[in-house]
């Protein structure tokens, strides 16, 4: 009874054993190094869990260890760590074949943006390209590619990103037999270097250059880029691959030596390979090694038309021309009843043949479209430049203008602040000196003053006085226009009364010999709606004027109905040194003076021609009269 258990356990073990070395081999479809893949960064243990986990990637124990390895980083707070967890974690779905290494793909992704680790953001590209191609997903493909380049035109200068998304386009169009477009995106990526990107990557992507030229038979072509490709540092998975090009590149081109030399150093590296290529070196190697050809030690690895194709190479390396020829009519009908059957033959040349044809006329598509929205896009873009190029040249012309009239006003302004500073000093120490003279004079005793000169000194210092009133008066009535704090009051007014009010006010500013008359077309019973405070401040300003101006003659104040019909027009008239018509304006503006020696600020005409405007009325010079000035003012 114990022998048979013994039996059976061993049994057991031999077969679990040869299951386990089983699921070892059975695992070439990924390799351990990928590009761009980096291994350093990593602390031993987590190392261990990394590396561990190759051989088994098929089996959820290695799922298991991946998401250990993520653990152990977010613990460590190690975010190499947990990078290659999750690479693991893509090479677990990837090997078993789940549908859900897309989603994985774009979890990966994220993380990496938020551990901002990109150095591994596109390798998860290369994981989700490769499933799609190997299952014929040709649309997600495209779709995925598209989604590569929106991501790399939003993030500039990113090398290592623009190789791998050239480097995947090659990749695209090498599944779909398209190798000159494969080998135009190939050469494209080697233009973008990026310290990211480790030899590995390079060194996949000239072996897939080659490749590209041996699969449209330019053997030579491939051989140049091989020895090219000796100058990269890579793995020993990589180094295989790399012979095996060669070896089979010299065995289509029938060169023995080189064919032996490279197949001693194929033999020499340990590491994994693809049975379909190792199975026709070794054909190759029997032919030149024993001058046969045995088709049946590689039927097992090889489908029906490709063992046909072989045959054909080697019986005509072999100088077996008639079964060369068998061989090569064998292909032919083979090849053509593939593309009317698909049942049976070479179905990946069919769904490269289906996938090519569709895909370029997505791409031609596509590539029309994005034409169609690049230039739409340029147009709307020059436009848009052009109307705020417009816009801007209007906008700083309109304020440099603007600027410069601002700056004339304050220029102006401030020169006429200047002078009415000048002659407010000048018009209030006039008075100001003479009533203080004149009352020292008063203060005098009595017997050295007498009642006469005392009455003449009072009646000096009430004119100064007044004087000084009136300019007091005019300072806060500017300011009270400008402080918009300026009222009219009206009322029923006898329209002769103002007049006679206002000669009454100034007869003691009229220089002796000079006459001073009022005269009217209206009766005495006439009534105007105005406010008679503000008519009479506008005659009196206008009576002054003719005081200081005038210095023998006349000064006539006349009230007319007649003059402009339907208004009453108000006139002061002198005759004194008159003004020229070309200031008729200037004189209404606010600080000007024609005579800096005359009495007044220069103010009284500003406040007429404001106070006209509140009434509804209009003050202005008569230029047509010549014999001294005449200023009229209507309502």
Not at 41 to 52: F, K, R
Not at 429 to 438: D, K, L, Q, S, Y
Not at 455 to 462: G, L, V
Not at 508 to 535: A, C, L, N, Q
């Amino acid at each position: 009874m114990r022998f048979k258990v013994v039996i059976a356990a061993l049994a057991v073990l031999f077969f679990s054993t040869y299951a386990f070395s089983q699921s070892r081999l059975d695992v070439p479809k990924f390799p351990d190094s990928l590009p761009g893949e980096y291994h350093e960064g990593l602390n031993e243990d987590e190392w261990q869990l990394y590396s561990a986990t190759f051989r088994r990637l098929r089996s959820p124990w290695s799922l298991q260890m991946a998401d250990s390895l993520i653990n152990l980083g977010h613990k460590r707070n190690s975010k190499k760590a947990i990078i290659f967890g999750w690479k693991r974690r893509l090479q677990y779905y990837f090997n078993n074949n789940e549908p859900a290494l897309v989603d994985e793909c774009q979890k990966f992704r994220s993380i990496c943006e938020e551990l901002n680790n990109y150095s591994q953001y596109y390798f998860s590209y290369y994981i989700q390209i490769k499933y799609l191609l190997d299952y014929g997903y040709s649309t997600e493909v495209i779709k995925t590619l598209q989604e590569m380049r929106i991501k790399l035109s939003n993030v500039h200068d990113d090398a290592a990103g623009e190789a791998y998304y050239y480097f995947l386009n090659g990749r695209n169009a090498h599944y779909r037999t398209d190798y000159p477009s494969a080998i135009l995106s190939y050469y494209k990526s080697f233009e973008f270097k990026d310290e990211r990107l480790d030899d590995d990557f390079y060194a996949v992507t000239a072996l897939d250059v080659a490749k590209s030229y041996f699969g449209m038979f330019e053997c030579e072509k491939s051989v140049d880029v091989l020895e090219q490709a000796l100058k990269y540092k890579t793995s020993p998975i990589m180094e295989k691959r790399r012979e095996m090009l060669f070896c089979l590149n010299y065995g289509y081109m029938n060169k023995k030596e080189e064919f032996l030399r490279h197949y001693t150093l194929l033999k020499s590296i340990q590491a994994l390979h693809n049975k379909e290529d190792m199975a026709m070196i070794n054909a190759f190697y029997e032919a030149f090694t024993t001058g046969k050809f045995t088709p049946s030690l590689y039927e097992r690895d090889l489908i029906y038309i490709k063992q046909v194709k072989l045959a054909y190479y080697v019986n005509r390396m072999l100088g077996n021309s008639d079964e060369a020829l068998k061989n090569l009519e064998t292909f032919e009908k083979l090849h053509y009843m593939n593309l009317s059957n698909a049942s049976g033959g070479d179905i990946e040349y069919l769904d490269a043949l289906a996938r090519n044809m569709t895909l370029q006329s997505q791409n031609s598509e596509m590539r029309a479209r994005e034409e169609a929205q690049r230039n739409h896009f340029m147009i709307i873009t020059l436009i848009v430049l052009v109307v705020m190029i417009i816009a801007i040249i209007s906008f700083s012309l309109i304020v440099i203008i603007i600027v410069r009239r601002k700056n004339r006003q304050l220029v102006e302004a401030n020169q006429a602040k200047t002078r009415f500073l000048q002659n407010m000093s000048h018009e209030i120490r006039t008075p100001m000196n003479a009533i203080v003279g004149f009352a020292q004079l008063l203060s005098l005793p009595e017997d050295m003053v007498s009642t006469d000169e005392k009455k003449e000194y009072a009646a000096y210092i009430s004119q100064n006085s007044n004087i000084l009133m009136m300019l007091i008066d005019d300072i806060l009535d500017i300011g009270d226009i400008e402080n918009k704090q300026y009222n009219i009051e009206l009322a029923d007014t006898p329209v002769n009364e103002i007049c006679r009010q206002a000669l009454k006010t100034v007869e003691w500013r009229v220089p002796g010999g000079v006459k001073s008359y009022f005269t009217t077309e209206v009766d005495d019973s006439v009534m105007i709606r105005t406010d008679p405070r503000r008519v009479n401040q506008v005659l009196v300003n206008y009576l002054t004027n003719a005081c200081k101006h005038t210095k023998e003659g006349e000064i006539h104040i006349h009230l007319s109905t007649s003059e402009i019909p339907g208004k009453i027009v108000f006139s002061v008239t002198d005759t004194g040194c008159g003004i020229p018509p070309e200031e008729a304006d200037k004189i209404f503006e606010r600080f000007m003076k024609l005579n800096a020696f005359a009495q007044g600020a220069g103010l009284g005409l500003h406040i007429c021609r404001t106070i006209a405007e509140r009434l509804g009325g209009e003050c202005k010079l008569d230029t047509s009269y010549t014999n001294g000035a005449r200023f009229l003012f209507i309502l």
